[in-house]
């Protein structure tokens, strides 16, 4: 049995492990994401930032950040990085009122019952992909990131799938996709550019597995990059249209 910390603020890292954790994960471990290339505006979204009257209060959600791979660190990749290592992504369905084509993290709204933001990371993305919650090991508990459009207080839970089993499309009118998407795609600097929204908006986004991250999702991932030893140089230079972006892989806005 793996060693969980119990010294953590009630409700918000309950049930963290922090005995045997992998090397190549520590860097996403002990330092939070960071915006090295000043193109990541999700991280600045904190509580501290956000403007919350009575009227606009956030809802609380939790979202799975679950990275697999050996154990085993590789020595002669940048940051151990083993080259079987994934992170867990769903494409959620066109149907939806909110985000809908988006790519994300499994995850979703806090509900009555939930063990603090592990528990709804876990039970939510149990439910969007039949994730078996035993092999999940969760590692880390990053701040909170306000999320303008849906109006969630986004808590994201990193976590080591130690033993990864079986996953896809639990509900179709929830996801359309759920997939491994390997990390070397992912710091591939043929995959990284920035882009543009309509409205204003600049951030970084990933081209990877016929899908486009960007917006949350790929705010997140891209500070962890930052932090965790494996990136690779990119042009953050690379400025896109959004709605031409995501043309390219046949979805919109």
């Known amino acids: 049995m793996r060693k969980r910390d119990s010294r953590e603020e009630p409700g918000e890292r309950t049930g963290l492990v922090t005995d045997g954790i992998p090397a190549w994960l520590h860097g996403v471990v002990e330092r939070k994401p960071a915006d090295p290339t000043g193109v990541n505006p999700v991280l600045n979204r904190t509580t501290a930032q956000r403007l919350v009257s009575a009227a606009l ?3 609380l959600a939790s979202v799975l950040v679950l990275f697999g791979g050996a154990a085993e660190s590789d020595p002669d990749a940048p940051g151990g990085l083993p080259s079987d290592a ?5 494409q959620r369905a066109a149907t939806l009122r909110q985000h809908r084509g988006q790519v994300a993290f499994p ?4 509900e009555p019952g939930d063990d603090g933001p592990i528990g709804t990371a876990l039970r939510e993305a149990r439910e969007e992909t039949g994730l078996d919650p035993v092999g999940v090991e969760p590692i880390a508990v990053l701040p909170k990131i306000f999320v303008p459009p849906s ?3 986004v808590t994201p839970v990193v976590a080591y799938w130690r033993t990864p089993g079986e996953v896809g499309v639990v509900s179709e009118t929830e996801a359309a996709r759920v997939v491994r998407v390997p990390i070397a795609d992912l710091i591939d600097p043929a995959n990284r550019f920035v882009v543009r929204h309509p409205m204003g908006y600049m951030g970084p986004a990933f081209a990877v597995d016929g899908m486009l991250v960007w917006g949350f999702t790929a705010g997140v991932l891209a500070g962890l990059l930052a932090v965790s ?3 690779r140089e990119w ?3 690379d400025v896109r249209d959004l709605q031409a972006s995501l043309a390219a892989v046949g979805m919109t806005l």
């Open 57 to 59: 209060r956030p809802r």
């Open 151 to 153: 109006r969630f207080d």
């Open 235 to 237: 042009d953050h230079h």
């Open 107 to 110: 995850g979703g709204g806090v």
């Open 86 to 90: 994934d992170v867990l992504l769903t």
């Open 229 to 231: 030893g494996w990136e």
